[in-house]
T-cell receptor, first 115, second 116 residues
């Protein structure tokens, strides 16, 4: 059973507009959430994170929102740029019900930003 | 370059052969992780080390897989008697050991394994 879900396999956005990527999780024991960006043939690149004690974290054009009651987080990219086109993975950890060392990833959302 | 490095970047092998991958983490990071990623999936955890101690192994890590981190620096992942189902991208990551930043794992470029 997937503990971290990204229900949108793809998203297309116009350059300059906002991109919103969503992620849902099922395990209330997750303590920390992260977003990674991945280009083809490269490893995932850490983008931004948020602790479960916060509801928002901002870094430049990237903002992550956490809604613990809904077990939902989202990544906002404003303004979107063509270079943001990549696959975005949501990850959560640790899982106190199981491992304390690993991150659990969603399947990713492919973002395409059109000029 | 002080990022995570992996070697080789690509490996093609015949079924039944053994392969070994190497990972060099960020130098000040005590934790090192191995993940596997297949097409259309996110990275899946295999195992992790804190210094030289292997603290956890996933059910995905069958007895054909073995990982070591002998001096708490670089790590190797060996797959014996490879099968076609082992074809995947093998990713290594590292993180600090303490504080909230221990959750922020930094990934290498990965090793793409193809078993024919």
């Amino acid at each position: 059973d997937q503990q971290v879900k990204q229900n949108s396999p793809s998203l297309s956005v116009q350059e300059g507009r906002i991109s919103i990527l969503n992620c849902d999780y099922t395990n209330s024991m997750f303590d920390y959430f992260l977003w990674y960006k991945k280009y083809p043939a490269e490893g995932p690149t850490f983008l931004i994170s948020i602790s479960s004690i916060k509801d928002k974290n901002e870094d430049g054009r990237f903002t992550v929102f956490l809604n613990k009651s809904a077990k939902h987080l989202s990544l906002h990219i404003v303004p979107s740029q063509p270079g943001d086109s990549a696959v975005y993975f949501c990850a959560a950890g640790p899982n106190y019900g199981g491992s304390q060392g690993n991150l659990i990833f969603g399947k990713g959302t492919k973002l395409s930003v059109k000029p | 370059d002080t990022g995570v490095s992996q070697d080789p970047r690509h490996k093609i092998t015949k079924r039944g052969q053994n392969v070994t991958f190497r990972c060099d983490p960020i130098s000040e990071h005590n934790r090192l992780y191995w993940y596997r990623q297949t097409l259309g999936q996110g990275p899946e955890f295999l195992t992790y080390f804190q210094n030289e101690a292997q603290l956890e192994k996933s059910r995905l890590l069958s007895d054909r897989f073995s990982a070591e981190r002998p001096k708490g620096s670089f790590s190797t992942l060996e797959i014996q008697r490879t099968e076609q189902g082992d074809s995947a991208m093998y990713l290594c990551a590292s993180s600090e050991m303490t504080g909230l930043f221990r959750y922020e794992q930094y990934f290498g470029p990965g090793t793409r394994l193809t078993v024919t």
